[in-house]
Every structure is written in C-alpha cells, then in structure tokens.
C-alpha cells in the first residue's frame, strides 16, 4: 500500500534541467563532442565553475562558531540590514520602508511570497515564459500559476494582457500577487525598458483600490546589460503604500556559490504597524518551515556587502564574468540573427528563449547531434551561461536546423 497521501502520489521523480544536464554531462564525460545549455550556473569557457574567489576566501574566514551555532529565525541582523541597504542604496524612499527575512536562497523568498499573499487554491500571476520551479513552488504549497501573454508582436512587453489578467484575477480571487523575473528574465533573458515599468506601475496603480502585491524576482540583476542595474526601482516608488511590494534576493548569481543557499525576501511598508505586522509573519513563516537559514553564509556575505574593499573586489571580479558573458551574448546575436532564429530583445543575462513551433521535437534531435537545451511549451531555453563562446556557433547551427 502507498501511504502517501493522493495529492502527492503522482509527483514527478525527476527535475527537467537537472535530468538533462547529468545526460549531457555523462555523455561529455564519455567522451562524446557535447554542448551542454541546460544548467543555470555561469560557467568558464573550460567547462570549469565560474567562482568569485574573494568570496571563497571570506567564507574560509568565518569562525568555526558562526558555521556551527543557530543564526536568529529572521536572519542575522547585519545580514538583513545590508541587503536591504545594498538593494534600495539608491532609493531612500525604499530603504526607509523595508523590512526583510532571510531565505534559503531566492527559491526561499518565493515560496514565503506564495504562503503569504496568497489563500490556499489561488493562482500567482506571471508571464508566460517563467522559470519552471515556479509551478513547482506553487503546486508544492497548493497555490496555482496563472500566466499573461508576454510579448507583443513587436516584441515588446504585452502590457495590456497584464492589465486584463489583473482584472480577471481580481474579479476571480479577490487579489494578486505578480511575479516579474526581471532584469534578465528567466528564461528569455528580456530585460524591461523603464517605460515598461512605467506601464506595469500604471496597471497596478488601477487597481490598487484591491490586494494587489508586485514581487520582483531579482536573481539575475547584477548580469543586465551596460547601465545601472537599480535604475528600474525608481520607477516602482509610486506603489509604496498603494500596493505591496516585495524582492526576492538571491546570493546564488551574485556571489556564484549556489550552494551556499543565502537569499532573502524584502517587503517596502511605509506605515510602521503594517511593516511591524509583515516582519512578523515572515519571520513566523521561517520558523514553521526551515526555522532559520546558514548563520556562516550570512556572516561572509555581510563582510562581502559591508567591507569597501572587499565589494570592490567581488565586483571587479564579477565583472570580469559579466564580460565573459557579454561575449557570448554578442556572439549568439551575431549568429542567430542571420539564421532566422526568432527570440526576444537579449542584451545581457545568464538565458534566452527561441521561439520554436515544435520544441520538444527540436529539443530531441538536437539531443541526438549532442546539444542540450530545454524545451518548453513554444520555446527552446538556451543556457548561455553554461556553454563556451566557441560553442556558439554550432549551438546556433542546431538550433536552426529543421
């Protein structure tokens, strides 16, 4: 007999990315000629792991205490407060009004979101070409996901579908929580212009007479094209106090130790009672799922946030990355372009999307040729950040072939 209960006895036993990424893998290892752009995780052109190493040498630093002990439910309190100092560092609007938890890496960030301001049986909002974990997350905490159309036929972003999704949901379930992945989007790798933020603003400001909450998946902030990642914020401080207003951070991209599990999720309240109110049940949520995160992870990225020179560092070297795959951006437009490939506006970010009318039949012959990329409903994933420049080519090659 399986005493699982019936709601999670059909589960699926295996992770899409993960499952493609160990077959290309031991295919590489082998001996094959594989090109693998399925993972998430920035890698070097030899294959090997792109890692800050000024943060590897602060986590050795960390006292053995700090690994060992609890660290507080909420997070170490220099952690948090550097975070949202770090994040709202050119908004003080923003930074006055925020309060955050910390979360086992930006997965965490997002379920706390779902449990949070979202009833049981209700569906979160967002694009159609979303980061698969979400319907994970959402199915995992018996929420739903429910998606607008994301680009127009100019490619731009379809903001009139999100004003009529938002007006469904409303209508439907009394409230809505919108998740942009952005900038970088996974898995288009589209970033916003600001006169989109603008638009989406706009549409919210319309309905903030309701429960209407925007979370902005941060992620993949620090990988943007050329200009100030934080430029967009200054656009959202219309919705302070009008609608909620959340940030999933993510140490995973920023710091390139995925497996250190350091992320956060910070909410902007302006009144104090509903700031105190929405610290409470973040750091009520914490307790009653993973009750407190990596006190040693946090006490490095704190030094990391808060030490001038060793900021200075980590983003010289992450420079050096955001470089290497900028190259690889330049190259896959320059290719793609005059081979018809169809894709979003892509300008900087660890993925992009090409549109395919068949992609899981496209995905399974590029398979037998030896590329990997993951197909979705429409559109073939394209991990840029796992796969070398001189792979470029041939991956585009394979891509296009009929």
Known sequence: MLHLIPSRQQRPDKDVIFALNAEATRRKQAGESVVNATIGSLMNDDGSLSVLNTVSNVLREVPANDWAAYAPIPGMPGFVQAVIDD?????????????????????????????????SGQAMLTPNFYWGPYQTLAEEH???????????????????????????????????????NDPCNNPTGYSMTRAEWRSVVEVLLRHADQPVTLLVDMAYWLYAGD?????????????????????????????????LRVGA??????????RNATQAALAYACRG?????????????TRLLTDPALKAACDDERQHFKRLLQNRVKAFNAA???????????EGGFFVTVFHPDAEAQARRMQENGVYVVPQKGALRVALCSAAESDVPRLVEALAAT
């Open 336 to 346: 793609a372009v005059p081979k018809g490939l169809v894709y979003p506006r892509y």
């Open 289 to 301: 799922t993973w009750s407190n995160c990596v006190r040693g992870g946090m006490v490095a990225v």
């Open 227 to 259: 200009g100030d990642h934080r430029a967009f914020l200054g656009e959202l401080t219309p919705l302070l106090g009008k609608t909620g207003l959340l940030f999933a951070w993510s140490g995973s991209k920023t710091y390139t130790h995925y497996g």
């Open 142 to 180: 018996e929420r739903k996901v429910d998606t607008f159309k994301m680009f127009t036929e100019a490619g731009g972003l379809d903001v009139a579908a999100l004003d009529a999704k938002v007006t469904e949901q409303l209508k439907t379930q009394g409230r809505v929580l919108l998740i942009l």
């Open 87 to 119: 994040t709202f560092s050119t908004q003080p609007q923003m930074k006055a009004a925020a309060t955050a938890v910390a979360t086992p890496g930006g997965t965490g960030a997002l379920r706390h979101a779902l449990m949070n301001y979202l009833q």
């Open 265 to 274: 999720l910070l909410a902007c309240e302006p009144e104090e009672k509903e």
